[in-house]
């Protein structure tokens, strides 16, 4: 049920302790449903937050609400996957019983959550690994994995969770499948 309705005066009372689910497009249903798992087991409402990398915030208004320009300007690709990623969260979360809403972040992913979780002080912050394969190492080598900045910039507890089989012990974990 997407209940989340935020006071004008403070949009993120209404989401104070809240979990939140930080998920891309075409992820793992898995990462949201443990989310949600642990909202409904704290009580505390849902936030489903995407990242758009492509934007940038310029300034913030002394009441909170943040600005924001694209890296390039014939790129508006945040708006379509926030939709997609709002889309994929209903499917996922049809028939549980949790209060969930989704909101866009922006800039560096590890940096946009840590603030939106000081924003709404959040209980919990749940994320999934990213997918194997020498691309996607190659990405993290040079932005670095999310979840290992996040752990070593914020005190809240931080849930990764697994989105694809589990690699065995004597095979290479950065190997493509």
């Known amino acids: 049920m997407t209940d989340a309705q935020s006071s004008p005066e403070n949009p993120a009372a209404d989401l104070k302790g809240a979990v939140i689910a930080a998920i ?3 992820q793992s249903p898995r990462v949201v449903t443990e989310a949600a798992r642990y909202a409904k087991l704290l009580g505390a409402p849902l936030v489903v937050v995407h990242v758009d990398v492509t934007r940038f ?3 913030e208004d002394p009441d909170g609400i943040p600005h924001t320009a694209p890296i390039d300007i014939n790129v ?6 926030l939709q997609a990623v709002a889309e994929h ?3 996922a979360l049809e028939g549980v019983d949790v209060r969930w809403t989704t909101t866009q972040l922006v800039g560096d ?3 946009a959550i840590k603030h939106y979780a000081d924003k ?4 919990l912050v749940v994320l999934g690994t990213r997918k194997r394969g020498f691309g996607e190492t190659l990405r993290e080598f040079f ?3 999310v979840a290992a900045r996040l752990s070593h910039r914020q005190h809240r507890p931080l849930l990764v969770v697994p989105v694809e089989e589990p690699v065995a012990d004597d095979k290479d974990i ?4």
């Open 143 to 145: 932005t670095g994995s």
């Open 76 to 81: 508006d690709a945040g708006a379509e996957e």
């Open 24 to 26: 891309i497009p075409d």
């Open 109 to 111: 992913p590890a940096l």
């Open 174 to 177: 950065w190997a493509d499948d």
């Open 57 to 59: 915030v310029t300034y």
């Open 120 to 123: 709404v002080d959040a209980e």
């Open 89 to 91: 969260v209903a499917r």
